[in-house]
């Protein structure tokens, strides 16, 4: 299959965290298109690049919301996963696939991507790793 284009929303842009999840990201045959730390820069990057599958992080910089930045990239027709240390309270399936909590490992994203790539061609979902919370659609 083609590559998967993601993009990346950190609250901590530019941080550890946020480069060590891109090159993971592109390690495991993905291309990251953008990385984005508020709603505005999540949304004009995903009208640049058209990404498929967007790693929403819940708290982003600047007191923006993860939430409402899934919410932007699910009407551009983005599938979201979110990652975070604070999981959402109850499950959000009309904004995002599921849930990664922080910190996970490199095993737990690549089943996130696998699962990701599955909702995108309609295929049949993997089963998810222990720590992916996926929420039913």
Not at 5 to 22: D, P, Q, Y
Not at 87 to 106: M, T, V
Not at 113 to 128: D, N, T
């Amino acid at each position: 299959s083609l590559l998967h284009k993601c993009e990346v929303l950190s609250g901590h842009f530019g941080g550890r965290f946020t480069m060590t999840l891109k090159a993971l990201i592109q390690r495991l045959g993905y291309e990251v298109v953008g990385i984005a730390d508020d709603v505005v820069s999540a949304k004009d990057q995903a009208e640049q690049t058209n990404p498929q599958l967007a790693f929403v992080d819940i708290q982003l910089a600047k007191g923006s919301s993860g939430i409402d930045a899934a919410a932007e990239l699910t009407k551009r027709g983005v599938i979201c996963i979110f990652l975070t240390g604070n999981p959402p309270n109850g499950p959000k399936p009309e904004l995002a696939i599921g849930c990664l909590p922080k910190p996970f490992s490199d095993k737990v994203l690549a089943a996130a991507l696998k699962i990701g790539e599955a909702v995108i061609e309609g295929a049949p979902l993997p089963e998810p790793p222990p720590g992916l919370q996926l929420y039913h659609r």
